[in-house]
């Protein structure tokens, strides 16, 4: 019998990274081969599991990020964009798939990431829940069914320690709302409002961003209309959705061609 797909958690110490290694060790479907960590952090050396404060659990923990890889078939990275770039080259090379959560992204970290999707199976989603997954495919709907009377607004709320705005599945959201609308999201992005801003500019899709205490993730997608305002909202109440789908899409991507794809693909919607 083959063995079971070896995961490598990357950002080991982080908030998703620790969620991460609870999911894949508990795992019936996968096993924990690697956990690392930025050069130089103190749980170098150690295992996974005590350095987590738990039982241990088999890993010792490395900066060494090409050797842990080369003993994986797939990498799950919710890291910074810069470090998402450099391993998307790492594991291209060790021929892993490369699930990547990390928000932030700028064009030339999606440029990269595009390249090294021509040697490996890649799959990149701000937001691995089923259920922001299927909220883009309904705000896609909504936001065609609607026209420009109906005043696109996303409003998403996190924890007080989230570095970028608006979160990667806002701009899911607005994109998937632009798609609707037959435009482009970069001409009608509006994220930045302070001081005398002027009206809103019909058809724009605006951007709130709330950050406060240990909100995990909370979005809404407003339309709102003259008399009328429809509101579609996701509310995560447990990271562990996110830890999940990222299994499963390291999962669904064995044997995969290379290439770049998405939750809605994994999730086939
Ligand atoms: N797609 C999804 O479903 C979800 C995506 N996210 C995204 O995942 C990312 C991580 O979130 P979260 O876990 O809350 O953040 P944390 O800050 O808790 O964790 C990030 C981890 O990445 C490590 N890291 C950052 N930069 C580097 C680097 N250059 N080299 C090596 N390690 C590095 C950090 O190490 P150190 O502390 O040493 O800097 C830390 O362990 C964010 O972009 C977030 O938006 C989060 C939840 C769900
Ligand atoms: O940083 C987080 O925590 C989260 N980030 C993702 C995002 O930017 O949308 C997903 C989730 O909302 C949690």
């Not at 899709?205 to 406060?212: C, E, K, L, V």
């Not at 064995?254 to 086939?268: I, R």
């Amino acid at each position: 019998m083959s063995e079971l797909p070896g995961i490598v958690v990357t950002g080991a110490s982080g908030r998703m990274g620790q969620m991460l290694i609870r999911t894949v060790a508990a795992s019936e479907a996968c096993r924990l081969v690697g956990a690392t960590v930025r050069e130089g952090h103190d749980w170098i050396g150690r295992d996974v599991g005590e350095a987590m404060g738990g039982a241990a659990l088999g890993v010792t923990v490395t900066d060494d990020a090409l050797e842990a890889f080369s003993h994986a078939q797939a990498v799950i990275d919710f890291t910074s964009p810069a470090a998402t770039v450099e391993f998307a080259g790492l594991a291209a090379q060790a021929r892993c798939v490369h699930v990547i959560g990390t928000t932030g992204m700028g064009e030339d970290d999606l440029a990269r990431i595009a390249a090294a999707a021509r040697h490996a199976t890649i799959i990149r989603a701000g937001n691995m829940s089923l259920g922001v997954n299927l909220l883009m495919k309904l705000t896609r709907m909504v936001a065609s069914a609607l026209d420009a009377d109906y005043d696109i607004e996303i409003v998403e709320a996190h924890h007080n320690r989230k570095v970028d705005a608006p979160s990667g599945t806002a701009l899911m959201l607005g994109e998937a709302a632009a798609d609707g609308r037959g435009m482009r999201l970069a001409d009608v992005r509006d994220a930045a409002r302070d001081g005398i801003t002027g009206a809103r500019k019909r058809g724009d899709i605006g951007f709130s961003a709330i950050r406060g205490g240990d909100i995990i993730g909370e979005h809404d997608v407003i339309f709102a209309g003259e008399g009328e305002r429809l509101v579609l909202r996701h509310v995560a109440s447990d990271r562990s959705l996110f830890a999940k789908g990222a299994v499963k899409a390291a999962l669904w991507g064995q044997g995969k061609k290379p290439g770049e794809y998405d939750m809605l693909d994994v999730l086939g919607l």
